[in-house]
């Protein structure tokens, strides 16, 4: 299904069940269309809003007595606002998705006050939940490269064999170019780096942002011998990447790998095919790359999210300190 039918599946899923007055349901789907022409969100992005505002018009009915339209929108007070926030930490709700929560109502809000439709400032007394800070779980060298090598390539059926080498192809792009898991099975054919003269590749990331990614001989090498084993035709724009009927490969497939993965090789939990993509960061960091080029292969938009892998390394280097040193 093209991203233009899932959009309007999901806007007709709106105007059915949205708990909203009409007034207000034509407006939200009006701001739903805004956000993936004009924003150009992702598709994930824009499900994970429409979540959060059915939850918050689904509380407000209950809250106001009725669905709510677009003069409650406007009368609407701090205090309506964290009511909402604490019904949801009373579900178990954690600070990261209250945040997000709060972030989806307010994009919603700057629209309709765009729109001439709704003026409110009670959001401005709101502050956003406090969100732990994480650091990204990246592997070790050791453990990433036998994530990668070992056993997709294990196999002993001609079914398994093609599959094993397609595996190690996609966990190759994963940790030898830092694509996320969508980038890479959203490759297509035609776009398949198989040689030298090929060592890049065009990347759609998020918000359908371009970039240049250089790609290993190691994983051109594979990707060829994808192809090789590979039982289907792949014509120009068919999916780099199929799974076993011949249609673009699952996200969850590659999920599934990883997991059995960890338990053959001893690896933690953490070991996920995006930790390939924070390992791919953290590696290059650690032996001297410069945080502006590593930005621009991840398709960060700004460089506050790449700097968070210093804090890996940091991390990494006191870890061996205080292992090594006699003193420690």
């Not at 453990?143 to 070992?150: I, S």
């Not at 997991?259 to 960061?281: C, K, N, V």
Request: one cysteine or more; glycine letters at 6%.
């Amino acid at each position: 299904m093209t991203r233009q039918r899932q959009a309007r599946k999901s806007l007709d899923d709106v105007a059915a069940e949205l708990a909203a007055a009409r007034d207000l349901t034509t407006e939200v789907i009006a701001w739903l269309k805004y956000l993936i022409a004009e924003r150009r969100a992702a598709e994930k992005t824009v499900e994970a809003y429409l979540r959060d505002i059915n939850r918050f018009m689904s509380f407000l009915t209950e809250h106001l007595g009725g669905p709510p339209s677009l003069g409650d929108l406007s009368r609407l007070r701090a205090t309506d606002f964290r009511a909402f926030l604490a019904a949801r930490r009373r579900d178990g709700m954690t600070s990261r998705t209250l945040a997000r929560a709060l972030s989806s109502i307010r994009s919603l809000f700057r629209f309709l006050e765009k729109q001439g439709v709704v003026e409110n400032a009670a959001l401005s007394a709101l502050r956003t939940p406090k969100i732990p800070h994480a650091v990204p779980k990246a592997l070790g060298v050791a453990a990433a490269k036998k994530l990668v090598t070992t056993a997709p390539i294990a196999a002993s059926s001609e079914e398994e064999i093609w599959v094993g080498a397609r595996d190690s192809a996609v966990l190759l792009l994963l940790y030898g170019c830092g694509l996320r898991i969508s980038e890479a099975l959203g490759i297509d054919r035609k776009d398949a780096p198989l040689d030298a003269a090929h060592d890049t590749m065009n990347i759609t990331g998020k918000g359908n942002k371009t970039r240049i990614v250089p790609v290993l001989a190691v994983a051109r090498e594979a990707i060829s011998t994808y192809l090789d084993l590979c039982p289907f035709v792949l014509e120009d724009d068919d999916p780099l990447f199929v799974g076993v009927k011949g249609g673009r490969l699952n996200a969850r497939n590659i999920q599934l790998l990883v997991q059995r993965m960890r338990g053959y090789l001893g690896l933690p939990d953490t070991a996920t095919p995006h930790a390939l993509r924070h390992s791919f960061a953290t590696h290059l960091l650690s032996a001297g790359g410069d945080l502006r080029a590593i930005q621009e292969l991840l398709g960060h938009a700004s460089l506050s999210s790449t700097q968070i892998y210093t804090e890996v390394d940091r991390a990494h280097l006191l870890k061996q300190y205080m292992g090594a040193h006699p003193r420690a």
